[in-house]
């Protein structure tokens, strides 16, 4: 059986703020991280099923940086996105909406190079600047 992790918040916006602002590639650029000390600087997304997205993670002081992307198996708008990203692994993302704010869930299955807990940590934090983001726009 596979190990999944989930991540997830609640956003006080419409679902089409939230569902826009995390598609387009102007906004993901600015949220698209763990922490300050990071920034993505490159997105590209093609939401289609089987498009494309990649994006361009690096550390501030140059000490790292990495490609996060992979390809669409299915999208429902304002409901679902759900990919493989590149070394195979499979990411669900859920948008339920309630009143004026937005569940977001994310399903992901780990790598195998970082702890778990880690991981979860790290797309928790992208998640939580993700709402940081919306609620400021």
């Known amino acids: 059986m596979k190990t ?13 703020i939230v569902w826009n602002t995390f598609i387009s590639p102007k906004h993901i650029k600015k949220w698209h991280t763990a922490s300050p000390e990071w920034h993505t600087t490159k997105a590209e997304n093609n939401l289609i099923k089987g498009g494309g997205f990649s994006s361009r993670m690096e550390a501030k ?21 759900s990919y493989t990203l590149d070394d195979g692994r499979s990411v ?28 979860k940590q790290g ?10 983001y919306v609620e400021t726009v």
Do not use: H, R
């Not at 992790?5 to 916006?13: A, G, M, Y």
């Not at 140059?62 to 999208?75: E, M, Q, R, T």
């Open 4 to 16: 999944i992790i989930t991540v997830e918040t609640i956003i006080t916006s419409n679902i089409d």
């Open 123 to 132: 797309w928790q934090a992208i998640l939580d600047n993700f709402k940081k």
């Open 92 to 119: 669900s993302i859920t948008f339920t909406k309630k009143d004026n704010t937005v569940l977001i869930t994310e399903a992901f299955e780990p790598e195998n190079q970082n702890p778990v807990n880690m991981q």
């Open 61 to 81: 002081d140059g000490s790292f940086a990495f490609d996060f992307g992979g390809v669409y198996d299915k999208i429902i708008t304002n409901q679902l996105i």
